[in-house]
């Protein structure tokens, strides 16, 4: 069974940081895609960033631009989000995601439960 | 930026019944268009990708169709585990964007 377990959320002062970690289990990881989606709830769902396969190829919403860096490490099976500069717009749920191919720009077809994270002081 | 645009916001339906949602693109995205489904307290599950093509273990009932900047979903015959939001999302350009939802509620 293909499963995505997100960590690392918690609550962050403003202007603090923050890394998500996404471990992955139960398919080929170094085959595909993966990106990060956010939702406050109650509210929709939001694209964060995306990376390729190899990592050669990201990209991020403007909203995030800047301030938050994706990355993976396939030998570990996992895909990474450090948050930076954060601001209470931040707060949501953050879900990681399995793409459908190896390209970062795809369907998205596993999804993690996701892990919160929360801005305040 | 691709604006995802959904409708209705909510859609009420009798069990047994047909549901049509529909989602329309700002520009034209092709094919490159996928549906999700989202229970309260649960991550959104993939439906339908490229359109048309139901993702693994999804019941006949559930169709896709359109291109360009019209698409819709259908529900056959709606089912008590079917009430919930639907989203549906462009993976044609960058940034990604998702609609707003609709809810389907029951009648």
């Known amino acids: 069974e293909m499963q995505l377990v997100e960590s690392g959320g918690g609550v962050v002062r403003p202007g603090g940081s923050l890394r998500l970690s996404c471990e992955a289990s139960g398919f080929t990881f170094d085959d595909y895609g993966m990106s990060w989606v956010r939702q406050v709830p109650g509210k929709g769902l939001e694209w964060v960033s995306s990376?390729?396969?190899?990592?050669?190829?990201?990209d991020y919403a403007d909203s995030v631009k800047g301030r938050f860096n994706i990355s993976r490490d396939n030998a570990k099976n996992s895909v990474y989000l450090e948050m930076s500069s954060v601001s209470a717009e931040d707060t949501a749920l953050y879900h990681c995601?399995?793409?459908?191919?190896?390209?970062?720009?795809?369907?998205?077809?596993?999804w993690g439960k996701g892990t919160t994270v929360t801005v305040s002081s | 930026e691709t604006v995802m645009t959904q409708s209705p916001a909510t859609l009420s339906v009798s069990p047994g019944e047909r549901a049509t949602l529909s989602c329309r693109a700002s520009?034209?995205?092709?094919?490159?268009l996928a549906w999700f489904q989202q229970k309260p307290g649960q991550a959104p599950r993939l439906l339908i990708s490229g359109a048309s093509i139901r993702a693994t273990g999804i019941p006949a009932r559930f169709s896709g169709g359109g291109s360009g900047t019209e698409f819709t979903l259908t529900i056959s015959s709606l089912q008590s585990e079917d009430f919930a939001l639907y989203y549906c999302q462009q993976y044609y350009s960058w940034p990604l964007t998702f609609g707003g939802g609709t809810k389907v509620e029951i009648k």
């Open positions: 995601v399995k793409l459908g191919v190896s390209a970062a720009r795809s369907y998205m077809d596993v």
């Open positions: 990376i390729n396969w190899k990592g050669f190829s990201i």
């Open positions: 520009q034209g995205v092709a094919y490159s």
